[in-house]
């Protein structure tokens, strides 16, 4: 059985309710996943790293020990306080963006999108913060694509919610992307907290692998995330990743199991997908916005993927 390790990040004023309870959150789905007896569905490892007093995280809970392994995911819980310059020191943002870098996703609830902001990974980016802390954020971050009216922004490596009590739905996506939407739904029904089901009925969100270990690939995908796969081509991708382009064309599905053209298709769906749940912009111009100069080209690749036309999406699962 595959085991994979969730981090979940112990800093300074740190909501401990959040902690323990993505402790719980995904001890539950590895009880769920049991009962089904499948060797497909992988055993989740929960760590927790505590901030030391260089700022340096070390991990002081391990929930199955074992070697050490790279980690899928880290989380950033939530804070009850305002954010403090002395919650983020420079050695803990540089400690993410080293996880970030190795492939590591990232996902911050409430404050921890400010300290993933203050890491200078959301530049470029799309994300979410708490509706308090907005107007500061958008000033004091303005390299960060703010979506504040947004609960939760999943841009694939990186992930931001936007309420105190959101730490439940960062944990339910994850479980949704490692365990299928089926596990992460009967979590949800034990725990009695809500999840969208718009994972469960139309096949997950887009998560890409990262974790495969070919860094040209890696600055690739994390290239493709930041830029939504828009206007790229083979040719572009290849040369980003340094490679010639028939090498680079094997090396990618090697890695992450896709060819460039259905890895792109993929990620901007899953843009849209959060467009039409959370705005109420038209269908040719959200078509537009991810990359589609044709809306029935859009339309038959977006209902190809999830099995629905984008105008029966959002009438299903539009906010």
Known sequence: ?????????????????????????????????????????PLLRVSHWQVDATGTPARVFDSHPGPDQAMMAVLVPPSIGEFTEEQAPPALLEWLRQRHAAGTVLGGVCIGSIMLARSGLLDGRSATTHW??????????????????KPIVDDGDLITTAGLMAWSELGLRLVDRLMGPSIAASTARFLVIEHSDSASQC?????????????????????????????VSV????????????????????????????????LRVGKARQMLEFTNGTIDHIAWTVGYQDPSAFRATFKKITGLAPSDYRSRFGV
């Open 132 to 149: 308090s802390s907005a107007k500061s954020f958008a000033l004091r971050y303005p390299a960060v694509r703010l979506e504040a009216d």
């Open 235 to 266: 040719s572009a991708m290849a040369q980003e990743a340094g490679l010639e382009e028939r090498t680079f064309l094997r090396r990618f599905r090697n890695a992450t199991g896709l060819k460039p053209t259905e890895y792109c298709q993929h």
């Open 203 to 231: 096949g997950s969100n887009f998560a890409p692998i990262l974790g495969h270990g070919d860094t040209a690939i890696l600055k690739v995908q994390h290239w493709l995330q930041a830029s939504g796969a828009v206007d």
């Open 1 to 41: 059985m595959a085991v994979v390790e969730l981090g979940v990040l112990i800093y300074r004023g740190a909501q401990l309710a959040a902690v323990h309870g993505l402790t719980d959150l995904f001890g539950v789905a590895n009880r769920i996943a049991a009962e089904h007896q499948s060797s497909q569905l």
